[in-house]
Structures are given as structure tokens and as C-alpha cells.
């Protein structure tokens, strides 16, 4: 193993005073990096598992100074206008960009266009934040990691949370579980509560939609299930054509009852991530869905109540 203090995660964010994920007042840390690529993914940038760019386009005023400052050639600019209302004024070549170590761009932009999403910090690093904010952790309050995915990076996420729980912290672990059981059990001693997704239960329709199957995220969901099933808190986002199918949500009920999962997280579908996919050179490949109505969202939670599991409409 690693030394413990050269380990490193590359970390996108970490907020602090956060009311979400997890009891009581919470600081969230982003790992960058996550084996699924969900097409609705909110946070876009917790997919790749390198600092990226962010572009802004309404900063942009199109003076090139990024392009006389980039030492890759990655910069060129559009000329036709129906180019330039979609996209900015420049165009990133993401393949130099996302291998970049430098960034000079960003120090050339003097609108604040650009900036760098993802930094390697150390677990102390994490920790020094952590504390700052411990003041607050009353009422089991505490750290709650999230991403992308922490159990990408499992022997630094482990060593975080065990120096959380050394300090009197309270954990939370945000994971889709679609990673090797040894990196789960591995955390286990040091986790209080697991927020999991379970999107879709049948395996070819989870690789459509996500990129990657689901067997390793049902295995490990057993594992919890076996060991601690009380710690987890099962979330279900409700994504039109692709979760909310009445077959899917009754295979979820049904695995929660089998696996004496008592709670569920029905989470509506939104668009809120939509710009970030496009400020990352992407696009957002979901403009048409439109967010379930109260009706749908209530018919779901009932399907899911109907197994004996306590289900919260966020
Ligand atoms: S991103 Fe910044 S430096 Fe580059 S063209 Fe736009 S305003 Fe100028
Ligand atoms: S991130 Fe690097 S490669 Fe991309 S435009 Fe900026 S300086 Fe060039």
C-alpha cells in the first residue's frame, strides 16, 4: 500500500454547512471520477477521472487570449454566428485539454471564462478542511463523501473516513457500489450511513442507460444488506424512459423487502446539470425528457410503500 500521506483523490468540490446527504449539518466532498456515465448526470464534471476545463460562454468576449497563451494549439475560434450563439467564440480540442498539466489558459482569460474542475489533494489536505468546519457537526452532523464516486479512490476514502471516525466525525458514503467487493468491505468499519443509488434492476437496460451493468452494485447492495441493512438509505432517481417504469420500481420494492432495506429516496428527474455538460465541451444528450409530475412521483412511492419500506419524495 501507498504511504498514507502520499496518497492522493483528485477532489472537484467540498462544501461546506450542507443540509443534504445525511443527517444534521454536513461538509461534502466531490471525489472526481465515477465508473458509470449516466446520460442525466447532475455533476457532469465527477465523470472523468481528470481536471477539465469549464468554459463559460456568456463570459466570453472572443479577444483569443487563451489561444496565444495555450502551448497545444488546443484553441480555435469560430467564425459563423449560429456556431458562435451555441457554443462561445472558441472551440477547446478536449483530447490536448484533458491531458493538459499546465492550464495557461486560464491565467490568460481576464473575464473569468475559464477555470480548472478537479485538484489532487492529500487525505490531510481533506482533513484540514474537515476540521475547520467540526463546530458545526452537532446532531450527527458530519463529512458525507460523494462524487462522481470516493470508492474510485478506496484506500484514500478509507483512510478519510477511519481519521473522521478517530476524530468523533459522523460518515456518510455516497456511492453507486459499482466497484470490486474488496474496496466495500474495506470501508465498512468506518461508514454510519450509505446513500446508494439503485436505478434500473434489469442489466441490459442499466448498460443503455449508464454505460456499465449493474451485477456488481446488486452484489455489494447484498453485502450491505447482510451486514448493516439499517445504515442504508436506498435512492431512486426518477428518470422519464429510463427508472420510472412500474416493472422497474416493483423489482427495486421487491429487492429492498429481500434485502430488509427499509428506507427509499425518490429523487425527480431535473435539468439543473444540463449547462455543465456544455461548459465541459459536451452536450447534453437529454433535452427533451420532461420532469415527472407529483401524480407519477406519488404512484412510485406507493409501488415502493407497498414492501414494507418507508419512502421520501425529495
Ligand atoms: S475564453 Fe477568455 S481569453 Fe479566451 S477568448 Fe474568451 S474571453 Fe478571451
Ligand atoms: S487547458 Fe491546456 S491545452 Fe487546453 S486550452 Fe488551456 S492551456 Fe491549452
Do not use: I
Given at each position: 500500500m501507498e504511504n498514507i500521506c502520499e496518497l492522493k483523490a483528485l477532489i472537484f468540490d467540498i462544501q461546506s454547512?450542507?443540509?443534504?446527504?445525511?443527517?444534521?449539518i454536513r461538509t461534502n466532498v466531490f471525489f472526481k471520477g465515477c465508473p458509470l456515465q449516466c446520460l442525466?448526470?447532475?455533476?457532469?464534471?465527477?465523470?472523468?477521472?481528470v481536471p477539465e476545463l469549464f468554459y463559460t460562454k456568456m463570459k466570453?468576449?472572443?479577444?483569443?487570449r487563451c489561444a496565444k497563451a495555450c502551448p497545444y494549439e488546443a484553441v480555435t475560434a469560430y467564425s459563423d454566428p449560429a456556431d458562435i450563439e451555441k457554443y462561445g467564440y472558441v472551440r477547446h480540442d478536449r483530447s490536448k485539454c484533458n491531458q493538459c498539466q499546465t492550464h495557461d489558459c486560464v491565467r490568460a482569460c481576464f473575464q473569468n471564462a475559464l477555470s480548472v474542475t478537479g485538484e489532487w489533494m492529500t487525505v490531510n489536505d481533506v482533513m484540514k478542511k474537515i476540521r475547520r468546519d467540526s463546530?458545526?457537526?452537532?446532531?450527527?452532523?458530519g463529512i458525507t463523501v460523494s462524487g462522481?464516486?470516493?470508492?474510485?479512490?478506496p484506500e484514500f476514502v478509507t483512510e478519510l473516513l477511519k481519521q473522521c471516525h478517530e476524530e468523533g466525525i459522523n460518515t456518510a458514503l455516497e456511492s453507486e457500489l459499482c466497484v470490486p467487493a474488496k474496496s466495500l468491505k474495506a470501508i465498512m468499519p468506518h461508514v454510519d450511513l450509505y446513500l446508494t443509488d439503485l436505478k434500473i434492476f434489469n442489466e441490459q437496460k442499466h448498460i443503455e442507460a449508464t454505460g456499465y451493468g449493474n451485477s456488481l452494485i446488486l452484489e455489494n447492495l447484498r453485502m450491505l444488506g447482510h451486514n448493516?441493512?439499517?445504515?442504508v438509505c436506498l435512492r431512486v432517481p426518477v428518470i422519464p424512459g429510463f427508472t420510472d417504469s412500474y416493472e422497474n420500481i416493483d423489482s427495486i420494492g421487491a429487492f429492498c423487502e429481500e434485502n430488509q432495506f427499509s428506507k427509499v429516496n425518490i429523487l425527480p428527474y431535473h435539468k439543473l446539470g444540463a449547462t455543465k455538460h456544455e461548459r465541459l465541451g459536451g452536450e447534453y444528450l437529454m433535452p427533451d425528457v420532461q420532469e415527472p409530475d407529483d401524480g407519477k412521483m406519488r404512484r412510485i412511492a406507493e409501488i415502493i410503500e407497498s414492501y414494507g419500506v418507508e419512502c421520501i419524495i425529495n
Open positions: 454547512f450542507s443540509t443534504h446527504d445525511g443527517p444534521g442525466w448526470c447532475a455533476n457532469p464534471e465527477g465523470q472523468k477521472f466570453c468576449v472572443g479577444c483569443m463546530s458545526v457537526y452537532r446532531n450527527k452532523g462522481g464516486d470516493p470508492l474510485v479512490y448493516c441493512p439499517e445504515k
